[in-house]
């Protein structure tokens, strides 16, 4: 089983749709819950930490279960230029060994 | 500040020789990050570093690979011999110490994109 593991998708959404990305961990100690976002071809980029208590950053929603170790992250209203693989990043030792997932791709249409 | 730097962008070289990559982390990061990216196995921590000493280099796939920071603001990677399963795009990144602000972010330089003939 995979660390951290994610739809590879791809999912295709008109734009103005609302979209929604699972993600689920194997080790009950991680410490610290990422999305990050990576365009084609460029480096990957902080999308917004995930807190325990959840937490909205504009239209992006993201949610932590611990109890189930899972990740969620919600896409509201999506535009054109959301398009792009969504990484969920897991933290160990520390918050510093860093566990990335295989991504989600997002297309979204006009 | 210019971001995470790294050098060459493209490299193209053929199996057997000696591969050295470059990263200047952004001034004032205490973390520094060698990360591989392939299509089969997505992103990988390879080594990090703290304060310029190797913390964890279990990501390492083997013992052609060696990274290093002499200092602050410099890290290599390096890989001898090169082998055409060695192609990937190579990523480094930075962060804060503990104390900083944003200390949980990792910022990502553009990569190097090495091909193995």
């Known amino acids: 089983r995979k660390e951290v593991e994610q739809d590879p998708g791809p999912f295709n959404v008109p734009e103005g749709a609302t979209v929604a990305f699972n993600c689920t961990y194997s080790n009950s100690a991680s410490q610290s819950f990422f999305w990050y976002r990576q365009d084609c071809r460029k480096e990957p980029k902080l999308l917004m930490s995930v807190y325990s208590s959840g937490n909205e950053d504009g239209r992006f929603t993201a949610q932590l279960n611990r109890a189930s170790q899972y990740i969620s992250l919600l896409i509201r209203d999506s535009k054109l230029s959301d398009s792009a693989t969504y990484l969920c990043v897991v933290s160990e030792d520390g918050g510093f060994k860093t566990i990335f997932g295989a991504g989600t791709r997002l297309f979204v249409k006009a | 500040d210019a971001g995470v730097i790294q050098s060459p962008r493209h490299e193209v070289t053929e199996m057997g020789q000696e591969v050295t990559l470059r990263c200047k982390p952004i001034s004032g990061h205490d973390y520094l990050f060698w990360y591989r990216q392939t299509m089969m196995r997505g992103l990988e921590l390879l080594i990090y570093f703290n304060n310029n000493v190797p913390i964890d280099d279990s990501g390492m796939p083997e013992d052609r690979f060696s990274a290093k920071m002499p200092n602050a603001s410099f890290s290599t990677l390096k890989i001898q011999p090169s082998e055409p399963r060695d192609s990937a795009v190579y990523f480094c990144?930075?962060?804060?110490?503990?104390?900083?602000?944003?200390?949980?972010?990792?910022?990502f330089g553009p990569g190097t994109r090495l091909t193995v003939l």
């Open positions: 990144a930075s962060r804060e110490g503990t104390s900083g602000r944003s200390y949980n972010e990792q910022f």
